[in-house]
């Protein structure tokens, strides 16, 4: 199985700032690799796909990059309402699907 | 508009049984795999199973693989998780998903329900 690692699991950061949130498969999985967004209580919703396409309807503020077994997620100016968790899916080996553990973003 | 509306999360005892349901609406159904990704209390995401759009193939996660089916009803453009022999680590949020397949983009899920809470306790 492909496991996924995300960092950091948790930070902080003021509205404005630039934010990055690292994910790194155990393997390389070229660039198979998207990005959620989960607010509490709600479903995740998706921002990246395929490493860099961003999904419609999401602000230009998010983006992706990377491939092989580093991935990046930014936001390039933070807002207040991007507090949430972020999570990172591989699926290189689909439908076998394998998630990070989730960075939460807290809003300073 | 995509709608997915899961339903059938409950209390049920250690070793019992449920059927979870998720009605879909605003897109073709019959031409999209579907997934049910869960979320225990306080936890991550974890996929759980998959099913392709016509229901011939079938996948699940080993920490559930003989104990759940995933299956479909097109006509009815209904998902479902048949769960046996629950156990407390069950316990969780259950999501459906439909999954997207874009040629050079690979696979990922793109709209998700609002959940169903299934709960595994005595």
């Known amino acids: 199985d492909i496991q996924m690692t995300q960092s950091p699991s948790s930070l902080s950061a003021s509205v404005g700032d630039r934010v990055t949130i690292t994910c790194r498969p155990s393997?390389?999985?070229?660039?198979?690799l998207n990005w959620y967004q989960q607010k509490p209580g709600k479903a995740p919703k998706l921002l990246i796909y395929?490493?860099?396409s961003l999904q419609s309807g999401v602000p230009s503020r998010f983006s992706g990059s990377g491939s092989g077994t580093y991935f990046t997620l930014t936001i390039s100016s933070l807002q207040p309402e991007d507090y949430a968790t972020y999570y990172c899916?591989?699926?290189?080996?689909?439908?076998?699907?394998?998630f990070g553990q989730g960075t939460k973003l807290e809003i300073k | 508009e995509v709608q997915l509306v899961e339903s059938g999360g409950d209390l049920v005892q250690p070793g019992g049984s449920l059927r979870l349901s998720c009605a879909a609406s605003?897109?073709?159904?019959?031409?999209?795999?579907m997934s049910w990704v869960r979320q225990a209390p306080g936890k991550g995401l974890e996929w759980v199973s998959s099913?392709?759009?016509?229901?011939?193939?079938?996948y699940h996660a080993d920490s559930v693989k003989g104990r759940f089916t995933i299956s479909r009803d097109n006509s009815k453009n209904t998902l479902f998780l048949q769960m046996h022999s629950l156990r407390a680590e069950d316990t969780a949020v259950y999501y459906c998903a439909k999954d997207v397949y874009r040629y050079s983009y690979g696979y990922f899920f793109d709209y998700w329900g609002q959940g169903t809470l299934l709960t595994v306790s005595s």
């Open positions: 099913i392709s759009a016509g229901g011939g193939s079938t």
């Open positions: 393997q390389s999985i070229s660039n198979s």
């Open positions: 395929a490493a860099s």
């Open positions: 605003g897109f073709p159904f019959s031409s999209n795999a």
């Open positions: 899916q591989q699926s290189y080996s689909t439908p076998m699907y394998t």
